[in-house]
């Protein structure tokens, strides 16, 4: 080959290089940048179905009453200060009441009276009896005449009447006695059961005011029974149906972060209750299984109930937040490419979700569904396993 012809093509070839490594370069650097993404490996464990309150619950005492006199009067006696423990049938407070005390003083009175009247009637009635057998037996001798018979007869019906007369005055006079008793424990506050004293409304000499229906008047003595202590929660009306009394229950408290507690559901309640712009609930009571564990808890402490309506141990299990709309997640699969796969799903909570088809142990899928371009086909390169 001539020599300008083999420098010919020499060019060619070089300028051709050319081209191609420009369009290389032009490829490289423009081509798509894998997509850092966090995965996480499918393994197998527990899942369970469960259900938790829509708001804050309660911790609440079994036994809880506040106290207030029958009727109002100025405090005389506060047997008791805020956080004393108190036994059954214990004086609390007791309003001035020498009033009352003065009128079963005159009611007792009284009632002894009646009873010195009754042995005296009953005495002469006694003594008319035995002097109408007298007159029989001389009226039968012909001593005296019918009349004179008559006569000590309506005597002795009369003193006889008296007796009884004067028995149903006890019994007035005791009733009277009863109703003068009943009036000063009015004015008394005594413990209904062993406690302690949470709040006390007045001080000695103040006016205390009983609470009347329909009226917020405040109680005068708050007493709660810490010896028995559950927790009251609202579950939303959709879930209500699925608890039953008697399911396992976790409990976390907002006082003892970190830690939960097993227990039960022991009630379920029979009706809706609605709260203005709020979500329609249905209240449960759980019980904590070991109270000893929880240590000094205080009625009125927040906490949430998670009702476990069902569990599967040893089963495939994903990251709920790994799930896209449908049942599907994104599988890293050869070359770091991403493939979706469709699941068979079954049990889930807001923490995993049991998978029944569609992936195996060990298989990677996607759990940083929110950063941009995440999608199936697009390359990813792994910036970490999440931790389970």
Same mark, same amino acid.
């Given at each position: 080959?001539?020599? $300008?012809?083999?420098?010919?093509?020499?060019?060619?070839?070089?300028?051709?290089?050319?081209?191609?490594?420009?369009?290389?370069?032009?490829?490289?650097?423009?081509?798509? $940048?894998?997509?850092?993404?966090?995965?996480?490996?499918?393994?197998?464990?527990?899942?369970? /179905? /469960?259900?938790?309150?829509?708001?804050?619950?309660?911790?609440?005492?079994?036994?809880?009453?506040?106290? /207030?006199?029958?009727?109002?009067?100025?405090?005389?006696?506060?047997?008791?200060?805020?956080?004393?423990?108190?036994?059954?049938?214990?004086?609390?407070?007791?309003?001035?009441?020498?009033?009352?005390?003065?009128?079963?003083?005159?009611?007792?009175?009284?009632?002894?009276?009646?009873?010195?009247?009754?042995?005296?009637?009953?005495?002469?009635?006694?003594?008319?009896?035995?002097?109408?057998?007298?007159?029989?037996?001389?009226?039968?001798?012909?001593?005296?005449?019918?009349?004179?018979?008559?006569?000590?007869?309506?005597?002795?019906?009369?003193?006889?009447?008296?007796?009884?007369?004067?028995?149903?005055?006890?019994?007035?006079?005791?009733?009277?006695?009863?109703?003068?008793?009943?009036?000063?424990?009015?004015?008394?506050?005594?413990?209904?059961?062993?406690?302690?004293?949470?709040?006390?409304?007045?001080?000695?000499?103040?006016?205390?005011?009983?609470?009347?229906?329909?009226?917020?008047?405040?109680?005068?003595?708050?007493?709660?029974?810490?010896?028995?202590?559950?927790?009251?929660?609202?579950?939303?009306?959709?879930?209500?149906?699925?608890? $039953?009394?008697?399911?396992?229950?976790?409990?976390?408290?907002?006082?003892?972060?970190?830690?939960?507690?097993?227990?039960?559901?022991?009630?379920?309640?029979?009706?809706?209750?609605?709260?203005?712009?709020?979500?329609?609930?249905?209240?449960?009571?759980?019980?904590?299984?070991?109270?000893?564990?929880?240590?000094?808890?205080?009625?009125?402490?927040?906490?949430?109930?998670?009702?476990?309506?069902?569990?599967?141990?040893?089963?495939?299990?994903?990251?709920?937040?790994?799930?896209?709309?449908?049942?599907?997640?994104?599988?890293?699969?050869?070359?770091?490419?991403?493939?979706?796969?469709?699941?068979?799903?079954?049990?889930?909570?807001?923490?995993?979700?049991?998978?029944?088809?569609?992936?195996?142990?060990?298989?990677?899928?996607?759990? /940083?569904?929110?950063?941009?371009?995440?999608?199936?086909?697009?390359?990813?390169?792994?910036?970490?396993?999440?931790?389970?």
């Amino acid at each position: 080959m001539p020599l $300008k012809s083999k420098n010919a093509v020499r060019r060619i070839a070089i300028a051709l290089a050319a081209i191609a490594a420009v369009g290389l370069a032009i490829w490289w650097f423009t081509r798509p $940048k894998p997509i850092p993404v966090m995965v996480t490996e499918v393994q197998r464990g527990i899942v369970e /179905s /469960s259900v938790a309150n829509t708001r804050a619950g309660t911790v609440e005492s079994c036994l809880r009453t506040k106290l /207030s006199t029958i009727i109002g009067g100025r405090i005389e006696v506060l047997a008791v200060k805020e956080g004393d423990r108190v036994k059954k049938g214990q004086l609390l407070m007791r309003l001035w009441n020498d009033d009352i005390q003065a009128q079963e003083r005159l009611a007792r009175a009284a009632l002894e009276t009646s009873r010195k009247r009754v042995v005296e009637a009953c005495t002469l009635a006694d003594s008319a009896e035995r002097e109408v057998k007298r007159q029989m037996e001389l009226h039968r001798q012909g001593f005296i005449s019918a009349n004179a018979i008559d006569s000590a007869r309506a005597a002795a019906d009369a003193r006889v009447a008296s007796c009884a007369t004067a028995k149903a005055d006890i019994a007035q006079a005791e009733a009277n006695v009863n109703v003068a008793h009943v009036q000063q424990a009015r004015t008394v506050l005594i413990a209904p059961f062993d406690g302690t004293i949470a709040k006390i409304v007045g001080e000695v000499g103040e006016y205390s005011t009983p609470s009347p229906p329909g009226v917020p008047t405040p109680p005068a003595i708050d007493l709660i029974d810490e010896s028995c202590l559950y927790v009251e929660a609202p579950m939303d009306e959709v879930d209500a149906p699925k608890i $039953k009394e008697g399911q396992p229950v976790r409990i976390s408290l907002d006082a003892l972060p970190g830690r939960t507690f097993s227990g039960k559901v022991r009630r379920v309640a029979p009706y809706v209750t609605a709260v203005e712009k709020q979500a329609r609930t249905v209240d449960i009571e759980a019980v904590i299984d070991q109270p000893e564990k929880t240590g000094h808890l205080l009625v009125g402490y927040s906490a949430d109930v998670e009702v476990i309506l069902g569990a599967h141990t040893d089963v495939l299990r994903v990251p709920t937040a790994a799930l896209l709309e449908g049942g599907r997640v994104l599988v890293v699969g050869t070359d770091d490419i991403l493939v979706e796969r469709k699941l068979k799903t079954g049990l889930a909570n807001w923490e995993y979700t049991e998978v029944v088809e569609g992936l195996a142990a060990g298989d990677r899928i996607v759990t /940083s569904l929110d950063r941009a371009g995440v999608k199936a086909g697009a390359r990813i390169t792994i910036e970490s396993k999440a931790t389970k």
